[in-house]
């Protein structure tokens, strides 16, 4: 009977006979072959292990610098710290609010999200609370929803370092790239949203303006024009005091998308950060933008969601 794993001469039709050669060659085969695998394991491993490693580097600077370091951005939006949340309140006309950042206890959670509700309510402002796939407790969004909060949607958080993406943007022929810094382009670019959104943007506008006036080296924006109509529009903020610019409100129409631009929109707001000494960009992605900015080498550092709370919606039971 021949045995696993080792090879043997034929003599003849009837018989097999093992020769020392054959067995030595076996054994170093499967020695080599042995070693190897470990190698293949142990390489491996120590790759999978640096990617957690960088991912948790990653994750935790966005969390410390973006979600924690809110400040005031121009935008007339004021920022609070408590112990365990920050918050970003519109400090006049309706605006953006946001809790940014939580820190909760499974004990607590609940008191917490209704001292939230009631600071908000209290100024009868509607607010966003995202829900990342790391915070505490696990179930925050299931308690959210029991609050009143109304789920609006999923995305992802990705980042790339600057210096891998900084290169000349290639637009398709016929169009060119305006730089908005003025309340005209504001305009262009608000129509883009409104087109490809199909509601009001006047509150982005307000905003983008009021930065424009008292903040103006936090952000840049971009339109792309095609015969002089706006076809794409984006936007980059750079975020004081940390290594990180956001990306925004990368929206192109319906027929002119797959043919570049966003991409060429991506380079050239990275161009900026590094040339401003930024070392990430990072970007809340939709399920559309996510495949590109994959295959540009933006890394998935963890997904969100994304809950409501309006005044005006929430059930009587939960006031």
Known sequence: MNQPGFAYRAL?????????????????DLCLSNFTYKLSISAWECQTHR???VHSELRDAFDEQVRRNVTPDGSGAIAEHGAN??????????????????????????????????FYRSRDLSFVWRVYDYDQPPDLGERLVEAGFIESGTSA?????????SREPVLPDGTELLHVSDEAGVDLLIDVHESVFGHSHDEL????LRRLDVAPQETDMFVVLAGGVPISSSRIE?????EFAALWGGSTVPEWR??????????????????????????????????????????????????????NSVPDAVR
Not at 12 to 28: H, K, N
Not at 85 to 100: I, K, L, M, S, T
Not at 157 to 165: D, F, G, K, N, P
Request: with cysteine.
């Open 258 to 311: 797959a043919k570049g631009i966003y991409r060429a929109l991506v380079f050239r707001r990275a161009q900026l950060a590094h040339e401003r000494g930024y070392r990430y960009l990072m970007v809340m992605a939709s399920d559309n933008s996510r495949p590109i900015l994959s295959q540009l080498g933006f890394e998935i550092i963890s997904r969100v969601t994304t809950y409501w709370w309006k005044p």
């Open 157 to 165: 958080v990705m980042i790339a370092e600057t210096s891998r993406l």
């Open 51 to 53: 990617m957690q490693s």
């Open 238 to 242: 750079f975020l004081p005091a940390t």
């Open 12 to 28: 003849d039709d009837e018989s097999v006979i093992p020769t020392a050669f054959d067995i030595a060659q076996e054994l170093r």
């Open 205 to 208: 506008r307000r905003s983008i």
């Open 85 to 118: 949340y920050v918050r970003r309140v519109a400090n006049d006309d309706p605006g953006w609010c946001e809790v940014c950042w939580s820190s909760l206890d499974p004990m607590t959670a609940d008191e917490a999200i209704a001292a939230q509700i009631k």
